[in-house]
């Protein structure tokens, strides 16, 4: 909507004849600012994007203007860089992305003014942490941020099923571990851990779906680290690093093996043998124990 680089600006007044208006979107117009009477004026509204503008603070002062039917706010990639008392204006939000912003500071009562909060986007701000979230989230992004310890404030988080603080200073020292059950997706990748990460979430082994570890300084497992790891599907780096191990020691000789039999637990802490009978040409693996996931999609090679 903005012309070249000039600053796009809307007027309180122009909102009139869209007072019954559901779904506004503005994004990558130069918007500078938002109307001040925004959320009196559209009090039907229920998704707002106004990502990739020029935005640096939010005008929501007005106590008498609260919206109640707002489920999905998108700030993301404009130029905020605290959060405080102003987003008491969204009881209701379920959605919300601030992510690629300049953020730095959320006051610590700040995101409990968003009770019915599930998702929540903070990755790619200045974060070094974050205090008091409402207990609904159910995902959280914080990755390329300034963690260097997973929050409390995340660690307490019942219900948590997706969590991403990729791109951080965290170590597997973190103080603080996760209290989720149900937790599916972890990202951890392109920290500073040293050895398998799973004391920070103790009660999520037979729920983890995904684990992304790449980028780490993580040199080996331990043997029967991943046992109970029953749902696995993805578990980035240590397939690569036991599809090595396996190729290292499986030798073909005229399209037979070479060494009899292999069992190997230094990995993945389960016997994996390989009898000459049962690999050809294609290298066929069978794996006698582990997680389901894991004997389907890796061990063939």
């Keep these: ?4 680089d000039k600053p796009f600006v809307i007027a309180d007044e122009s909102l009139d004849p869209l007072r019954r208006l559901e779904k506004l979107s503005i994004t990558s117009s130069h918007l500078v600012r938002l109307p ?4 009196c004026t559209l009090r039907n509204l229920q998704v707002l994007n106004v990502s990739s503008n020029w935005i640096s603070s939010l005008p929501f002062t007005d106590p008498s203007c609260v919206a109640n039917q707002l489920i999905i706010v998108d700030f993301s990639r404009n130029r905020l860089e605290k959060l405080g008392a102003e987003l008491h204006v969204l009881p209701s939000v379920r959605q919300l992305s601030l992510l690629d912003n300049r953020l730095s500071q959320i006051e610590p009562e700040a995101l409990l003014k968003c009770p019915l909060l599930q998702q929540l986007e903070l990755n790619g701000n200045f974060i070094e942490d974050v205090e008091n979230l409402p207990e609904t989230l159910i995902h959280i992004n914080l990755a390329s941020n300034r963690l260097s310890v997973i929050p409390p404030s995340v660690a307490a988080l019942k219900h948590l099923v997706s969590l991403n603080v990729s791109h951080n200073t965290i ?8 209290v989720s059950k149900v937790l599916e997706f972890l990202d951890l990748s392109a920290n500073r ?7 920070l979430f103790p009660n999520s082994t037979t729920t983890m779906v995904h684990l ?3 980028n780490n300084a993580i040199a080996d497992l331990k043997p029967f680290e991943l046992m109970n790891f029953t749902r696995l599907q993805t578990v980035s780096d240590f397939l690569r690093c036991l599809l090595y191990f396996v190729e290292s020691f499986v030798m073909f000789s005229s399209g037979k093996l070479s060494v009899c039999c292999i069992e190997f637990v230094y990995l993945f802490g389960f016997a994996a043998r390989i009898p000459s009978k049962k690999v050809t040409s294609r290298g066929s693996v069978m794996v006698r124990n582990g997680p389901e996931k894991i004997r389907q999609k890796v061990f063939r090679m």
């Excluded at 909507?1 to 070249?4: D, N």
């Excluded at 001040?36 to 959320?39: G, N, R, T, Y």
């Excluded at 040293?194 to 004391?199: E, G």
């Design 212 to 214: 992304h570890l790449a």
């Design 1 to 4: 909507m903005a012309l070249a």
């Design 36 to 39: 001040e009477k925004l959320l």
């Design 171 to 178: 170590d597997e020292a973190s103080p603080m571990v996760c």
């Design 193 to 199: 851990i040293k050895t398998f990460p799973s004391r």
